[in-house]
């Protein structure tokens, strides 16, 4: 897909990182990455066919002083939409890029969803195509606090409503959520951390809503608060979740169905 021939710059190597990729209703395939060439962490865009042979040059989003990094690409028509956080000093937000399929020309300019006071990282597209589209990520706050942000879009990637502002009851800062939107309905699972405990949420809400959330706790997790959970969603419609818990000197993965 990409081949990087350069002399690493400024003592950062030439590496490929955070790749995602979606395919055509043709087979073809659409692969995004960050990479640092360049001596800066940039956004790449390409097009295979089915055989995985690379159509044209890869493509780049951006070209800015800051990292641009965690790119997550979703197809909805003729249309790859790919959001990413962008770094400007000590803060990120996260911008999406519209691009033409097959050709990847860019449509538009890159544009900032949501100009925030911190970090904002770990973009996520959570609706299930057109129709449907809605984005979450999480977003640094003050005093080692954390929230998750949900976002209703339409299929060019406008937005539909306020951000919206996800915390879990008793906890004070956000760890990682899975999501999964219909045109309707949002439903999934939020953790967080609060008073050294790690809280595991649902919620359920109207997509195109702009009401901040408060995720209620189901499960008071033990192991310790610096558990990655890798939360996942088994079902469409959220019913069931999967998710790595501690236990001693290794891990399980456990199961949790929700009925709705």
Same mark, same amino acid.
């Given at each position: 897909?990409?081949?990087?021939?350069?002399?690493?710059? +400024?003592?950062?190597?030439?590496?490929?990182?955070?790749? +995602?990729?979606?395919?055509?209703?043709?087979?073809?395939?659409?692969?995004?990455?960050?990479?640092?060439?360049?001596?800066?962490?940039?956004?790449?865009?390409?097009?295979?066919?089915?055989?995985?042979?690379?159509?044209?040059?890869?493509?780049?989003?951006?070209?800015?002083?800051?990292?641009?990094?965690?790119?997550?690409?979703?197809?909805?028509?003729?249309?790859?939409?790919?959001?990413?956080?962008?770094?400007?000093? +000590?803060?990120?937000?996260?911008?999406?890029?519209?691009?033409?399929?097959?050709?990847?020309?860019?449509?538009?300019?890159?544009?900032?969803?949501?100009?925030?006071?911190?970090?904002?990282?770990?973009?996520?597209?959570?609706?299930?195509?057109?129709?449907?589209?809605?984005?979450?990520?999480?977003?640094?706050?003050?005093?080692?606090?954390?929230?998750?942000?949900?976002?209703?879009?339409?299929?060019?990637?406008k937005s539909l409503t306020a951000v919206r502002t996800l915390t879990v009851v008793g906890g004070?800062?956000?760890?990682?959520?899975?999501?999964?939107?219909?045109?309707?309905?949002?439903?999934?699972?939020?953790?967080a951390l609060g008073q050294g405990r790690l809280l595991l949420g649902a919620l359920e809400t109207?997509?195109?809503?702009?009401?901040?959330?408060?995720?209620?706790?189901?499960? +008071?997790?033990?192991?310790?608060?610096?558990?990655?959970?890798?939360?996942?969603?088994?079902a469409t419609d959220a019913s069931v979740v999967v998710f790595v818990r501690d236990r001693g000197?290794?891990?399980?993965?456990?199961?949790?169905?929700?009925?709705?």
């Open positions: 897909m990409t081949k990087v021939t350069r002399q690493p710059r +400024d003592g950062l190597p030439n590496e490929v990182y955070d790749v +995602d990729v979606a395919v055509t209703p043709s087979g073809e395939v659409i692969c995004t990455w960050a990479d640092t060439r360049d001596g800066n962490p940039e956004i790449y865009v390409a097009r295979t066919n089915r055989q995985l042979e690379r159509q044209k040059r890869e493509v780049r989003l951006t070209n800015t002083e800051g990292p641009s990094v965690e790119p997550q690409l979703i197809l909805v028509g003729d249309e790859a939409l790919v959001a990413f956080s962008e770094a400007t000093g +000590d803060d990120a937000d996260i911008h999406l890029a519209r691009l033409a399929i097959p050709s990847l020309e860019r449509r538009g300019d890159v544009t900032r969803v949501h100009d925030s006071e911190g970090r904002s990282h770990q973009p996520r597209w959570v609706g299930e195509g057109a129709g449907s589209l809605a984005l979450t990520w999480l977003d640094e706050e003050p005093e080692d606090r954390a929230v998750m942000r949900l976002l209703a879009l339409d299929d060019h990637g004070t800062r956000v760890t990682s959520g899975a999501l999964a939107c219909t045109a309707k309905q949002c439903r999934g699972v939020v953790s109207r997509r195109e809503l702009g009401a901040p959330v408060n995720v209620t706790p189901l499960v +008071d997790l033990a192991g310790g608060t610096d558990q990655e959970l890798g939360l996942t969603l088994a000197a290794g891990s399980l993965l456990r199961r949790l169905d929700l009925r709705w």
